[in-house]
């Protein structure tokens, strides 16, 4: 498969490296305003056509398109490959607004294209075994789901100060890094776990232009699952990771036991990466890969499958990642109208 890039921004370092494991992908453009971005990559993707021009790398003769650009710029670049007659995968969340999805969606279907959103949450190999738990029976019918975030500067890498310039700026339009950006991860991994919500209810606590913590929603889904989501910062509070230094829980309860997940981006809970808990018993998984990279490479496997076959679900596709947008958007809504949104 022929791939080419636009946008090596901080997330370029989880989402290019798969790519370079792989015989059956050549990247074959690589796309950056910043012409040091492209010299970073330059080693692994050496026969990579290198171009601050999107046109330039839209003349290539290539498959698909990751557009890893800031989320502002997803739905005018990703629109310009849709014309140009390319596939696009793009990194989430899809857009900001309901009616930008709606555009850009309708842009992929007359071009004769296939938009996907990369959440690589989906694809992070404990929270399948979670979801396959749950499609088993083994916990019973689901009643449940919690999912908790806690956010913390302290343990993570090293991120390039530009790049929370866009952040901060969509924060201030009342798109918080937490609430919104992040969230955008617990929303879709409801909707893959129990499909779509109809109510949400979201309280927000925001002080000036940026923070958007603590925030909690509470939501169901059609089926009745009931889910509540708590994302709080505790900015002295130390998680060791390579990566996002976030303690993540998820977990659902079912009427015969429970399966949860202890940990996603950081390592704040050495316990197994998964258990399962029925009729007193505890089973857990000690040696699942449970590491970032482990979730984007599973997440390039399964693109690289689909646009090569077109066998099976495409996660996401356009239609659910618009629905996850609606859902989240309606959860912020809810918090500033302080009452409960119905989602159509």
Not at 102 to 127: I, K
Not at 171 to 200: E, K, M, V
């Amino acid at each position: 498969m022929r791939l080419a890039v636009v946008g090596l921004g901080q997330i370029a370092e989880l989402a290019l490296p798969p790519y370079a494991e792989r015989d059956d992908v050549r990247v074959v453009g690589l796309c950056d305003v910043d012409p040091t971005r492209l010299e970073r990559w330059r080693t692994a993707f050496p026969s990579a056509h290198p171009t601050t021009d999107l046109d330039d790398l839209l003349g290539l003769e290539v498959d698909v398109v990751d557009v890893l650009v800031p989320t502002p710029l997803h739905s005018a670049v990703a629109t310009r490959v849709f014309e140009a007659g390319h596939h696009v995968q793009m990194q989430k969340p899809l857009t900001r607004s309901v009616d930008e999805a709606d555009e850009l969606l309708a842009t992929a279907t007359r071009a004769g294209a296939v938009l996907r959103v990369m959440e690589d949450y989906v694809h992070f190999p404990p929270l399948v075994e979670l979801h396959d738990v749950v499609r088993r029976g083994e916990i019973g019918t689901p009643r449940a789901l919690h999912m908790k975030v806690v956010a913390t500067a302290r343990g993570g890498w090293e991120v390039n100060p530009g790049s929370y310039e866009w952040q901060f700026e969509q924060a201030s339009a009342g798109l918080g890094i937490l609430t919104f950006d992040h969230g955008w991860h617990q929303f879709a991994l409801a909707h893959w776990l129990f499909g779509p919500i109809r109510r949400i209810f979201g309280w927000v606590r925001r002080e000036g232009d940026l923070l958007d913590v603590p925030a909690t929603f509470v939501w169901e889904h059609h089926d009745g699952v009931r889910a509540v989501l708590e994302m709080v910062l505790a900015e002295d509070m130390y998680f060791r990771s390579d990566y996002y230094a976030d303690d993540e829980r998820v977990e659902v309860v079912g009427t015969k036991g429970y399966a949860r997940c202890n940990r996603i981006s950081g390592r704040g809970v050495q316990e197994p990466s998964v258990v399962v808990y029925r009729d007193g018993q505890i089973r857990a998984w000690h040696a699942l890969p449970d590491e970032p990279p482990d979730a984007f490479r599973a997440s390039a496997t399964h693109g690289i499958e689909w646009f090569r076959t077109g066998a099976g679900e495409l996660r996401l596709d356009g239609a659910t990642a618009r629905a996850v947008l609606s859902s989240l958007l309606a959860g912020l809504e809810s918090s500033d109208r302080g009452m409960p949104v119905d989602i159509p």
